[in-house]
């Protein structure tokens, strides 16, 4: 039976696609694979991976020696990943829809084990046990999350900032988004920074480590070109849009046709000022530092 009630009422495809790619960059290639251990060669499994973003990154950052297995319970992450890796003629990549805490793959499969925003949703123990399972001995499980209240943002002045109309039409929208997030057990089960790094002693993983990667989104950054600096905009304002979007699907009478169309036309214009300023060659630095934190552990061979 189908299951896409992450997608569809949680995050959607454009979102968590959109999200990921500013973050897993090429030009941070070799960081993310220093830190998450990752060389040619390996088979290394994605769990929860979403729309795939990050097992294409892989699937072309390690070679096609290489096998890239993403795993997600969201029926429609795994059908756009699918067709997103026919598109771009990744041979080395494959999908399976599947529970984290039970995933399809048999014992000491596979070389490593990451995932990104997933162990926050889930029962630590359990989730890092079923990664255990599936690593040979001698393989790496890689844990990446990061909590959106302790991201570094930045208010200039001269940011476009939300009118009261269309701040108060958000909240109308948004309403009941509690509800959904506790029915779903969305950030249920956040790791400690401690305690996290513990559990992987305890669960006996040897060579624990933790690291941290700063991911600035800077849309005026020199380093970033006329069109990547458009993107970066235009990404926001889609995934703003796609958020009012699901809300608006699980529940159409949060707001009137005329008020939906009006928060629109004032999210378009607040966006439009924010283009503005970038076709006039005008830096206001607004920008978000994301933390990634990432705890990682080996699985220990057996001494026979």
């Not at 940011?159 to 509690?178: A, C, D, T, V, W």
Request: aromatic share 8%; with cysteine; glycine share 6%.
């Amino acid at each position: 039976m189908a299951n896409n009630v992450w997608s569809k009422k949680i995050q959607g495809i454009l979102t968590l696609d959109l999200s990921r790619e500013v973050r897993f960059r090429d030009d941070r290639k070799d960081l993310f694979l220093q830190l998450l251990g990752l060389k040619p060669g390996m088979t290394v499994v994605d769990v929860g991976c979403g729309p795939g973003t990050l097992t294409r990154k892989l699937a072309k950052w390690l070679g096609k020696e290489s096998k890239i297995i993403g795993v997600d319970f969201d029926t429609d992450f795994i059908k756009y990943a699918r067709e997103k890796a026919v598109e771009l003629n990744l041979k080395n990549v494959i999908y399976y829809e599947g529970d984290a805490l039970k995933l399809p793959l048999s014992d000491n499969s596979v070389d490593a084990c990451i995932s990104h925003t997933v162990i926050e949703h889930v029962p630590n123990r359990e989730f890092l046990v079923e990664q255990k399972r599936i690593c040979s001995p001698g393989g790496r499980v890689s844990v990446m999350y990061c909590r959106p209240d302790k991201y570094i943002k930045s208010t200039p002045n001269l940011l476009p900032q939300i009118s009261e109309r269309e701040r108060e039409l958000l909240e109308k929208i948004y309403q009941g988004s509690e509800d959904i997030n506790k029915r779903y057990k969305v950030g249920e089960y956040w790791p400690d920074s401690s305690e996290l790094p513990s559990l992987f002693d305890e669960l006996g993983f040897v060579n624990v480590q933790v690291d941290a990667i700063a991911i600035p989104i800077v849309i005026d950054d020199a380093r970033n070109s006329y069109a990547e600096k458009i993107m970066l905009v235009e990404s926001e304002k889609e995934q703003l849009l796609e958020r009012l979007e699901i809300s608006l699907n699980i529940d159409s009478k949060k707001l009137f046709q005329d008020e939906i169309r009006e928060l629109k036309e004032l999210v378009e214009e607040r966006f439009s000022k924010r283009l503005d300023f970038l076709k006039k060659g005008i830096n206001i630095w607004d920008y978000t530092i994301i933390i990634i934190q990432i705890v990682s552990g080996i699985v220990k061979k057996s001494s026979i």
